[in-house]
């Protein structure tokens, strides 16, 4: 395949696959989740075949996105240990949302914000991985006093409203950063993008090109 000069390799092949298995089982234990939270939200178990399934069925998708999450997990953690410069980049976030970048740190392949939300992510996986399995009646509730279950009902319910928030945060970022969702589906930027957003690793990438 011809490739083109004006363009950067951002993410492989098996790191896109394993993102969007990420997102899609995420949003199937968001649907299900909320289905199972609030009546309002029931209406959403038809998705699912109905009440039944959808409490059958939302414990396993959850498994789904523990080896999906997993995977990634251990794909990028060294990539999104957070530097000295990642937290002087997220002293500055607020100033670069308002269009003012002159004091923003230069950032690597990913920026402090995108590795805070790793970590962030991560610590939302395990409180939901930890109170989820002492809230599985078919398989583990059964060891667990009434009251532990009650409060791992409450971090459940508490962590998966955080995650889904900072999911769409996400989503919103990545729309708001142009170029970020294309870069997911077809692993490539343009060279310009990542000199204006990822500076650093456009050094890294062009051998230390200006």
């Known amino acids: 395949m011809k490739r083109d ?5 951002r993410y492989t092949a098996p790191e896109r696959v394993n993102h969007w298995l ?5 949003i199937l234990l968001a649907l299900s989740g909320l289905a199972l939270f609030h009546p309002a939200f029931y209406p959403l178990s038809q998705l699912f075949g109905g009440g039944i399934w959808t409490r059958i069925l939302h414990p396993f998708i959850g498994v ?3 080896f999906s999450f997993g995977s990634m997990f251990f794909r990028f953690r060294k990539l999104c240990v957070l530097t000295p410069a990642d937290w002087e980049w997220l002293r500055h976030a607020r100033e670069m949302m308002g269009g003012d970048d002159r004091n923003m740190p230069e ?4 920026n402090g914000g ?5 970590w962030l992510l991560a610590a939302c996986m395990t409180l939901l991985v930890l109170s989820g399995i002492v809230m599985w ?3 583990f509730s059964f060891l667990f006093p009434p009251g532990v279950i009650r409060l791992a009902a409450v971090v459940h319910a508490a962590t998966g409203a955080g ?3 900072l999911i769409m945060g996400h989503i919103y970022l990545a729309i708001w950063t142009k170029e970020s969702i294309g870069a997911m589906l077809y692993g490539k930027v343009r060279r310009a993008w990542a000199k204006q957003h990822h500076p650093a690793w456009f050094r890294e990438m062009t051998g230390g090109r200006k």
């Not at 000069?5 to 390799?9: G, V």
């Not at 995108?114 to 790793?118: A, D, E, N």
Request: no cysteine; net charge positive; aromatic share 14%.
């Open 5 to 9: 000069p004006d363009k950067l390799d």
């Open 22 to 26: 990420v997102a899609f089982a995420f």
């Open 64 to 66: 789904a996105l523990i």
């Open 107 to 110: 950032a690597g392949k990913l």
């Open 114 to 118: 995108q590795k805070l939300l790793f």
């Open 137 to 139: 009646r078919a398989y």
């Open 163 to 165: 995650m889904i928030s």
